[in-house]
């Protein structure tokens, strides 16, 4: 019998992991479908991971994880926090291309509801997606981009719950894509507390 083999990281088998709940939900995510993705067997994840819970917990970990680098990586890459926004909403919702692959993550979120042990993971990405979103339109603020005395905790409360209810208006009623919904909805709450020189639109950012 194999030892557990390291040609195969566990990042690469988290991201099938994610990738096969896009296609098919948490429920219909088993190992052996996931090893098939990363060409290992099933026996080899059941080694790593001890179960599918174990499977999923540690995406739900490692998920968390990311949440906590992204912005830094996406201020690095744009010159207006404003624009590092937009795009850190947008990829907070990347791997939900269509509303079939939004509603098998949204089944995920619903064990992230139910399980203590899930939603602990979920609220440490709640709350470090929150702590960036405050801290670009704060920089944004002193950069003069938003009009001075916004406040720029209740407007960060507000860009989090629309990124969360976008998702679902886009998937009920299917109008355009996920990304371009996200950015039009991202300049209808902003457009009020632009600076007027800074005025523009983020659709395109």
């Not at 790593?48 to 970990?61: P, V």
């Not at 949440?67 to 830094?72: I, V």
């Not at 860009?159 to 950015?183: E, H, K, N, P």
Request: proline letters at 4%.
């Amino acid at each position: 019998m194999a030892g557990r083999p390291r040609g195969v990281e566990d990042a690469v088998i988290l991201r099938a992991a994610a990738d096969v709940i896009g296609r098919v939900g948490p429920v219909g995510l088993t190992l052996a479908v996931v090893a098939r993705e990363v060409g290992l067997v099933p026996g080899t994840l059941v080694q790593r991971f001890g179960s599918k819970r174990g499977l999923l917990l540690a995406l739900a970990e490692q998920s968390a994880k990311n949440a906590a680098s992204l912005p830094g990586r996406q201020r690095e890459e744009h010159e207006s926090a404003l624009e590092a926004l937009a795009a850190l909403i947008v990829e907070s919702m990347a791997s939900m291309t269509t509303p079939e692959t939004f509603a098998n993550h949204l089944a995920f979120l619903c064990i992230d509801l139910t399980d203590p042990e899930f939603r602990q993971h979920a609220l440490v990405i709640h709350q470090a997606q929150g702590r960036a979103i405050e801290a670009l339109l704060a920089e944004a603020l002193l950069a003069g981009e938003l009009r001075t005395g916004t406040d720029v905790t209740v407007l960060a409360g507000t860009v989090q719950a629309i990124t969360s209810g976008t998702g679902l208006l886009w998937a009920l009623d299917r109008q355009g894509t996920l990304v371009q919904r996200l950015r039009q909805e991202l300049t209808n709450v902003l457009s009020p507390h632009l600076a007027p020189r800074h005025g523009h639109d983020l659709e395109d950012s």
